[in-house]
């Protein structure tokens, strides 16, 4: 079988992780010294072995992949959630938690922490990492929106085990609703809330068509969709019965059982 990044159209160089690994060992030796930007690169180790999974599972490594997908969830828990805001001075030169909290970077390493916390089956942390979206958060990047915020804010409560309704409502009424097909993840969740079967597979096979019909990206976390894939994962976990239509199966990521590996 061709493959994956192939399937994409995308190159081996374009795929292959070593830059990758490069950028993490970097990041883990300014950790060591305690520079001044400890928070960016405690945020960036993280998010580098989540992307770096990405990598090896296009390339058809599936043990590097389940590897560094693991490998993330410790150091994004130690951002999310641990004291470094206690030790690592403001702007301002100051020690102040608070301080943090509208201006930390978090979208992008949060959709890949779901995206591998959701497919290894790492549920009790997820639960602690999920403690941390709020409406107070910032939109810190040029493609997070405030609706994808707003969907992980509700996701959020989904893996806190939080009743929450009228999920598709509040995200479809945010900027960047229709971008990527947001609306249509928040949507499935309120079917998953409701144990609607039915419904889940039909918005889900909406949303990855959408995706189906998007020209090529050579971003590699612009191939398969971690959105999409966290919230098949969510349906699934809840006891929904998912089956995607076969020219939909490849944006899907999903690994091999570990002991064929």
Known sequence: MMPIYQQFGMSLEGVEPSNQLKSIGLCEAQIAKKGPDLWLNLHSIPLYRAVAAVRFYLIGDYASARKFGLASLEPATEYFTGNWRNVVKTDLGTIDVGWWHSRERWVQLFGGVLLWGTTLGE?????????????????????????????????????????????????????????????????????????????????????????????????????????????????RRRGLKVVLKPDLELYCLSLPDESVL
């Not at 499935?188 to 096979?205: M, P, S, V, Y």
Request: with cysteine; glycine share 8%.
């Open 123 to 235: 549920w009790d942390a997820l639960r602690l990492i999920a403690k941390y979206p709020d409406g107070r958060r910032s939109v810190d990047l040029d493609d997070a929106t405030p609706a994808l915020r707003q969907l992980y804010i509700e996701l959020s409560h989904l893996l806190r085990d939080e009743a929450v309704r009228g999920i598709g409502a509040r995200v479809g009424e945010l900027a960047g609703s229709d971008f990527r097909a947001t609306a249509v993840l928040a949507q499935c969740l309120d079917a998953i809330n409701d144990h609607d079967e039915a419904g889940a597979n039909q918005l889900l096979d909406e949303f990855f068509r959408r995706r189906h019909r998007r020209k090529g990206s050579k971003n590699v976390m612009d191939s398969i969709s971690p959105d999409g894939t966290t919230v098949v994962n969510l349906a």
